[in-house]
């Protein structure tokens, strides 16, 4: 890229930078230093506010730049991600989001741990947690090296460390001094500025086409090399049986892994009651659906207007698909229309970058310190020392995620997303149905469906092709690949169940069911809700 392009998008993203650091210092003059101002923001959020902030916390880094990308290099294939991640909030919808707002405090081991033995339910369901968040947060740093990788015109891996480095930076200071209230409104400012940005780009792709999609959709086609096989199914997921699975655990992962994101059930904590929580989601809903109508438009783009070759040419995981359509838009690279584009693209993911991780950030770190802090003291850290504990976990969390970023840089963030939620899947859902619905599930039954979901979920992903025995894996040098399956979810998510299910039924222990009838009138009618 030119030196126009570096300069007017390094000052934009300065801008936001300035502005979410302005934000974050004064959340943190007039904070109260209590556990419920750093969790949930005081619960002071309206639906509208909270339904955008999940918005900007849901529309991350793989779906804007690692779906489109997806979607320009396999066409309709790529395509099958946006529409899992929007199909699953049908299930936040019906079956978690007023039940959880009503039953927790701040965190997903608040729900199940009200029927159960608190100390090992807190400490299994904070451990898959801290493990479901840092996954999540590798896809945002692979997104942000790639970005700047491509803006400073090459693929320098000391332009990429430096910069997943200071997106862990400025994550760890977001999360430190401004808790959720801060990270809300970051939040909300990058859901805005990524609608707006997506907007601007969808309406001109659609203008280079004169309005007509089939015209689009027919030259992606033909500029693709594989002719109409690009717009129909079977090109990364078809052929043999075992890309078929593939795909069927990819869409269980995508359409159940929402619901049991630690980062996206704290977001409804912060309005004061689930009445208001259900109508969060709708908002979100409404914007997240019209956000992943817009990325198909995009990755449609990308192949017809820039081509796969040269998707794949910038980044073998197309993960700059958009930065080079948005280029190509504005009139090319050395016109002045192109460097303004470019620059707002980069820009804009930049923002949705640093906002995701810190919703991210802060729900790990409240799992630290909520869950695994508190179970470890038995019930007697104060809410100060759990706050101190919480900030001190966001340094922590931030480390780890910065060095599994520099290890993951080559893979598709979309992908990475998607293990991410086959682990959620696997090891939040279980538990946290059981907890709501079934009267007799037990302590026992909670702590090997969180296991028997993690475990497994993480074994079969380190067996998997994702990890060796391929030259697009972690390590092409070696080769212990067992598992033929590159998402665990098919597997994984039935054994959370099944493993829930054995441990109660095993159990010495009898379950409470008056516990459960005070559980199921709180879950339904908010009585006694925090």
Known sequence: MTGNHQTLALLLFSMFVAVTLGITTWVSRHRHGSAEEFYAGGRLFSPMENGFAIAGDYMSAASFLGISGLIALFGYDGMLYSVGFLVAWLVVLFL???????????????????????????????????????????????????????????????????????????????????????????????AVLLLGGT???????????????????LTAAERSGHGRSFLAPGLKYGGDWTARFDFISLGLALVLGTAGLPHILSRFYTVPTARAARRSVVW???LIGGFYLMTIVLGFGAAAIVGPEAVRGSNAAGNTAVPLLALDLGGGADSTGGTVLFAIVAAVAFATILAVVAGITLASSASVAHDLYASLRRGRAKPRSEVAVARTAAVGIGVVAIALGLLARDLNVAFLVGLAFAVAASANLPVLL??????????????????????????????????????????????????????????SIPLGFVAGWLGTITSAEVADEAKHAETEVRSLTGAGAV
């Open 434 to 491: 059981y907890s709501l619905f079934w009267r007799g599930f037990t302590t026992r039954g909670a702590v090997w469906s969180v296991y028997g979901g993690l475990v497994p979920a993480l074994a079969l992903v380190l067996l998997s092709p994702v990890v060796s025995g391929s030259p697009e894996s972690l390590f092409p040098g070696l080769d212990f690949q067992y598992f033929p399956l590159q998402n665990p979810g098919l597997v």
């Open 199 to 217: 907007v601007a780009l969808t309406a001109l792709v659609l203008v280079r086409f004169h309005g007509d999609v089939d015209q689009l959709l």
């Open 284 to 286: 979100s809903i409404g």
């Open 96 to 190: 978690v989001a007023e039940l959880v707002r009503n039953c927790g405090r701040f965190t997903l081991a608040d729900v199940v741990a009200a029927r159960m033995s608190e100390r090992p339910v807190r400490i299994a369901a904070g451990a898959s947690s801290v493990t479901v968040s840092v996954l999540y947060l590798v896809a945002q740093m692979v997104g942000a090296g790639s970005l700047v990788a491509l803006l400073l015109g090459g693929t320098s891996e000391a332009a990429q460390s430096w910069t997943v480095i200071g997106v862990g930076a400025l994550m760890v200071i977001y999360v430190s001094l401004g808790g959720m209230r801060a990270t809300t409104w970051i939040q909300i400012v990058k």
